[in-house]
Nanobody
Framework: QVQLVESGGGLVQTGGSLRLSCAASGGTFRAYAMGWFRQAPGKAREFVAVIAWSGGLTSYADSVKGRFTISRDNAKKTVTLQMNSLKPEDTAVYYC??????????????WGQGTQVTVSS
């Protein structure tokens, strides 16, 4: 069983930056792919970014590519999402999730509670 806790959300102006963190406890963190997802009001949850178990492979949604960077520290059991050049359309609740297969197979079985990101125009 893995517990995930996100932090770092908040209110920021357009063009600003935020750094989200996700701390894991329990389970074998180093074996899991870690993803970030987001859900805006009235919209379906969408994929944002993923990093493989080793940290050597990443993938991003087209909407955030070049602006967001995902990283992980297996020793500290944390995954981070650095968000730059934020836009109002980035406003959402952001969730981290763990995929025990080690890569982005879609089998995200562990989820955090989410952290709110609001970008004002």
């Amino acid at each position: 069983q893995v517990q995930l806790v996100e932090s770092g959300g908040g209110l920021v102006q357009t063009g600003g930056s935020l750094r989200l963190s996700c701390a894991a406890s329990g389970g074998t963190f180093r074996a899991y792919a870690m993803g970030w997802f987001r859900q805006a009001p009235g919209k379906a949850r969408e994929f944002v970014a993923v990093i493989a178990w080793s940290g050597g492979l990443t993938s991003y949604a087209d909407s955030v590519k070049g602006r967001f960077t995902i990283s992980r520290d297996n020793a500290k059991k944390t995954v981070t999402l650095q968000m730059n050049s934020l836009k109002p359309e980035d406003t959402a609740v952001y969730y981290c999730a763990a995929d025990p297969t080690g890569w982005n197979s879609g089998q995200y079985v562990y989820w955090g509670q989410g952290t709110q990101v609001t970008v004002s125009s």
